[in-house]
């Protein structure tokens, strides 16, 4: 079946560094995925932070960016320089256009972000 | 502005007792609708999906079942617990059939 890979389970970064969250999907469909970050800010809801449904684009929102890059199944998480606030639990995600189960979102299992001062 | 609301927060039930959740999705019209289940340190799984009243489809065995009896609430039932129910609860909403999904604030359950 689809599959979501974080490695990560738990990131520490100094505040004003770069991050990088690892995310490899694997999709038995013939469809090209639907790609998908999502974040769980402490006493929050999980929210959609960006999404991109065409290889090779990019997407952005509150300066992080994940490229699309069906050549290494990957779609890494990036920021320039993180902030305390972006401490959270960010998750990647995908479907597959076309596939028998309406809508169904696969998961990754989550990379916790721990910012420090 | 579409706002989906989730209750209870939180549960304690014991094992062998009925359980229901509820969602309730406001400002957005025949959305599709959609349960997800969290075990602790696990990862999200979705167990329902409905794109019309009175049609709800199952995509994991969980001895639960869904409903949908109006066009914005989903409920989510059993009549027996098991231990391996507890975890988080999410339901989430859908303007199209693969379009992103928007995520309620979430129910706990701990079954003893």
């Known amino acids: 079946g689809d599959s979501v890979t974080q490695t990560e389970g738990q990131v520490t970064v100094s505040e004003s560094k770069s991050l990088i969250i690892n995310c490899t999907y694997s999709a038995t469909s013939i469809a090209y995925p639907n790609l998908f970050w999502y974040v769980r800010y402490p006493g929050e809801g999980l929210q959609l932070l960006l999404k991109v449904i065409t290889a090779g684009q990019k997407g952005s929102s509150r300066g992080f960016e994940a490229t699309y890059n069906k050549e290494t199944t990957s779609f890494h998480l990036q920021k320039a320089s993180v902030q305390e606030s972006d401490s959270a639990v960010y998750y990647c995600?995908?479907?597959?256009?076309?596939?028998?189960?309406?809508?169904?979102?696969?998961f990754g299992s989550g990379t916790r972000l721990q910012v420090y001062a | 502005a579409q706002t989906i609301h989730q209750w209870p927060v939180a549960e304690i039930k014991a094992v062998g007792s009925p359980l229901s959740l509820g969602c309730t999705i406001k400002g957005k019209s025949s959305p599709n609708l959609y349960w997800y289940w969290q075990a602790t340190g696990g990862t999200l799984q979705q167990l329902f999906y409905s794109i019309t009243v009175g049609q709800v489809e199952s995509v994991v065995q969980l001895n639960l079942s869904a409903s949908r009896p109006k066009d914005d609430q989903f409920i989510l039932s059993t009549e027996k617990l098991l231990l391996s129910h507890s975890g988080f609860y999410l339901c989430a909403w859908s303007p199209g059939t693969y379009a992103e999904q928007f995520f309620g604030p979430g129910t706990r359950l701990t079954v003893l």
């Open positions: 995600a995908l479907n597959i256009p076309g596939t028998q189960v309406v809508g169904q979102l696969t």
